[in-house]
């Protein structure tokens, strides 16, 4: 569909959201305003769904010499989290933790899915280091057990956590230095700069990171191709677990970082067409409904730990609650959807499967389809709308946290679902465009960085201001490397959240700046 076809020479740029059930593409200018969108099914593969969308979203430009003028695309693709479900296309990883000889007791990747441990660990190792709370070491780096081990275990890439490495990096930065003088280019990831405070959380968080540098790989790789198979030259970014983007090669170094970008942007294009910047969002899919809180205009952050495939990480990830209630659900069945091939086997489509879509165009909330309900079903169908009906009230009710003042925003394509009226919602918002809202949130986001540390809670004068100072430019930094506008980067976030039961007062230092795109000339 079209929505203008302005003269001037602005540059446009294309947002993409993979989705279990579809992907979606929206193409905006530099008014984010939409100037065109698609949706086309999710393939067994992702990438052929991806492609079909982009051709898809760039036919439907209300001119074809407008594609030229196409000079970014945004992806938020569930490629990383597919790779570590189904336990493909990862590497092998050297596990390296700087912890002995407090952390002997717990091994590496001990917690882990044997499956999924078998097929990522090329070998772990706890040398001597890491540092107390306080940023005192714990015992010095044993660089030479470190040079063996790396000499010693060969991998695609190569994980370093150290014990409290948020609160100094030293050690880590060490072995980096040392892994690329004993073994060249081979990927790093280190824990400082990609989880939070809590070693094995962080650990595991860094595993998954490099072993999924292959699949960052392939996806960017299947990306350009697409691109390039249509001519177009264009920046690449890709949207991340908070509602933000990052740049290709900062995303090929943080690949894991990509994970729970779906919900995010789903939150993210809420807000965005919407105009509402504190609300609920509800985003119907095919095969579920998350839920999640607008708060200022980004995703409420879960307070709880992450669970990926079984391994447990401590990243800042979206609040979302799902339910089993999607457009594709399978009437009368154990909670199961018929996903991306809803369009030939509901009923409305002529198939003989029964689905909530179907119920909700029997219940008159929804036109879609080719054919009309069957009368024998309707009965059956109504029973089912009441009962998705209690379902999204108690969902709406778990997430709002006993506040009854918001409203509640519908967006994806199955929104047609929910009625117009939801207990615990203060009304029900359909904004335009709702059904490809994931992918406008890819295509608005900013880009962002952040970084935690600890410092002292009291006292240390300059010392304490300079510790924050560092911060703040050190998370300007990553923003900028994530693709923000240096001349428009701000701090969004600071908290200091006190930690007990230390000698001295300390703090968890959380800094986030976040910044638009520098705008390009057309």
């Not at 044993?142 to 956590?161: E, G, H, L, Q, S």
């Not at 609040?319 to 154990?334: F, H, R, V």
Request: aromatic residues 4%; glycine residues 10%; without cysteine.
């Amino acid at each position: 569909m079209s929505e203008r076809t302005g003269e001037h020479r602005t540059t446009l740029r294309v947002g993409i959201d993979v989705g279990g059930t579809n992907t979606d593409a929206v193409v905006l200018d530099d008014d984010d305003r939409v100037i065109a969108t698609a949706k086309r099914p999710t393939s067994p593969d992702v990438t052929e769904g991806l492609r079909a969308a982009l051709d898809a979203v760039l036919a439907e430009l209300p001119d074809p010499a407008m594609e030229q003028r196409v000079k970014r695309v945004m992806l938020g693709t569930t490629h990383a989290t597919n790779a570590i479900l189904e336990r493909r296309a990862l590497g092998r990883v050297a596990v390296l933790r700087l912890g002995a000889p407090a952390t002997t007791s717990v091994p590496p990747l001990s917690e882990w899915p044997g499956d999924l441990r078998d097929t990522v660990a090329a070998g772990t190792a706890i040398v001597r280091g890491g540092y107390f709370v306080d940023g005192r070491e714990i015992a010095p780096l044993d660089v030479d057990a470190v040079r063996k081990f790396v000499a010693t275990t060969p991998a695609d890439a190569i994980a370093v956590a150290g014990v409290f490495s948020p609160a100094s990096a030293d050690q880590e930065n060490t072995v980096a230095e040392i892994i690329r003088a004993e073994v060249g280019d081979v990927p790093v990831s280190l824990s400082h700069e990609i989880g939070s405070l809590g070693l094995l959380e962080r650990e595991n968080a860094t595993v998954l990171n490099a072993a999924l540098y292959g699949v960052a790989r392939d996806v960017t790789a299947a990306l350009r191709e697409a691109l390039t198979a249509r001519g177009l030259e264009v920046e690449t970014f890709f949207a991340q677990n908070d509602g933000t983007l990052m740049a290709v090669d900062y995303a090929a170094r943080y690949p894991v970082l990509t994970i729970g970008s779906g919900p995010a942007n789903s939150l993210r294009g809420a807000a965005y067409l919407s105009g509402v910047t504190d609300a609920i969002v509800a985003d119907v899919g095919g095969t579920s409904t998350d839920l999640g809180v607008l708060v200022g205009g980004f995703p409420r952050e879960s307070a709880a730990a992450v669970e990926i495939g079984g391994v447990t990480t401590n990243f800042r990830m979206p609040d979302i609650l799902s339910i089993a209630l999607g457009g594709g659900t399978i009437i009368g069945a154990e909670p199961r959807s018929v996903g991306y091939r809803i369009g030939t086997e509901a009923l409305v489509f002529g198939g003989s499967t029964p689905t909530m879509t179907d119920a909700a165009v029997a219940a008159g909330r929804g036109t879609v389809g080719t054919r009309p309900v069957p009368e024998e079903w309707r009965e059956r169908l109504a029973q089912a709308v009441r009962a998705a009906d209690e379902a999204v009230a108690d969902a709406v009710d778990r997430v709002a946290l006993g506040r009854a003042d918001r409203p509640l925003v519908a967006v994806g394509g199955g929104a047609f679902l929910l009625a117009d009226e939801v207990p615990g919602a203060r009304e029900v918002i359909r904004p335009a465009h709702a059904e490809v809202a994931n992918a406008v949130g890819a295509a608005i986001a900013l880009a962002s960085g952040r970084i935690e540390t600890i410092v002292p809670a009291t006292g240390g004068g300059s010392s304490r201001a300079r510790l924050i100072d560092n911060a703040k430019e050190e998370a300007a930094a990553r923003a900028v490397a994530a693709g923000a506008d240096p001349a428009t980067v701000q701090i969004v976030e600071l908290s200091e959240i006190p930690l007990s039961y230390l000698p001295e007062p300390a703090v968890r230092l959380h800094v986030k700046a976040a910044g638009p795109l520098a705008r390009q000339a057309g």
